[in-house]
């Protein structure tokens, strides 16, 4: 089935040590999303891609970085993480960006920073 | 302002009782789009429903229905004879045409139907 897969969907870190978190969709859509979700609170956007054009949240720290080197796949980059940085993070892609495309995501990565 | 209020934290509810999750938004664009989706307890949020702001028209899909009301700035989800799997977490959402289908989530209200 086409659909959205992140790997690993459990990652544990260093504070401090990067970290790449991984999104692949088999959609062939043309906006990869990444969002943020801490515990009890809604998703929050970091930055997507439209095809190759990176568009970055104003409030997105610099601390994350994102690179989409195809079609398929996007990575999360945290440089340094830091204890405020552990999360569930959601990868979504939709077919174009705007109107009423509808976002599907993938199952997310729990990430646990030590 | 841009932004969607989900008042009610949490809801718990008996299986085949019906229940309503509200939602409330804000924004001061003409063109608009709402949306909910579920987040069940494996964290994946599955897309329910979509609907511009031209488009008023309630939607009934089984147990679902959805009622969108501009005078009011609402657009609430309600779920008829409630089942123990509709147990999840559910976002209203918001976006626009040029912010690139940024979804600007509500807080979520998390339902609990026991059986």
């Known amino acids: 089935d086409a659909m959205v897969i992140q790997n690993p969907r459990y990652q544990v870190t260093q504070f401090g040590k990067p970290v790449t978190l991984s999104c692949s969709q088999t959609?062939?859509?043309?906006?990869m999303y990444w969002y943020q979700q801490k515990s009890s609170q809604a998703p929050k956007l970091l930055f997507h891609?439209?095809?190759?054009?990176?568009?970055n949240e104003a409030d997105t720290p610099d601390n994350f970085q994102s690179r989409r080197p195809n079609t398929s796949f996007c990575f999360l980059d945290i440089r340094s993480p830091g204890l405020g940085d552990a999360a569930m993070y959601l990868c979504?892609?939709?077919?174009?960006?705007?109107?009423?495309?509808?976002?599907?995501f993938g199952p997310g990565t729990r990430l646990t920073v030590l | 302002a841009q932004k969607v209020t989900q008042a009610q934290t949490e809801i718990s509810v008996v299986e085949k009782e019906d229940v309503t999750l509200d939602c409330v938004y804000e924004?001061?664009?003409?063109?608009?789009?709402l949306f909910w989706y579920k987040q069940p307890p494996s964290g994946e949020l599955v897309f329910l429903i979509r609907?511009?702001?031209?488009?008023?028209q309630n939607e009934i899909s089984g147990r679902y229905s959805w009622n969108f009301q501009k005078s009011t700035s609402s657009f609430n989800f309600t779920i008829t004879a409630s089942q123990v799997v509709d147990s999840a977490v559910y976002f209203c959402?918001?976006?626009?045409?040029?912010?690139?289908?940024?979804?600007?989530f509500g807080q979520g209200t998390e339902l609990s139907v026991k059986p």
């Open positions: 979504a892609t939709s077919r174009e960006a705007g109107r009423n495309n509808e976002q599907f």
């Open positions: 959609l062939n859509h043309n906006v």
């Open positions: 891609y439209y095809d190759k054009d990176f568009n």
């Open positions: 924004t001061r664009d003409t063109t608009y789009y």
């Open positions: 609907r511009n702001s031209f488009d008023e």
């Open positions: 959402a918001l976006s626009f045409y040029n912010q690139g289908g940024k979804l600007i």
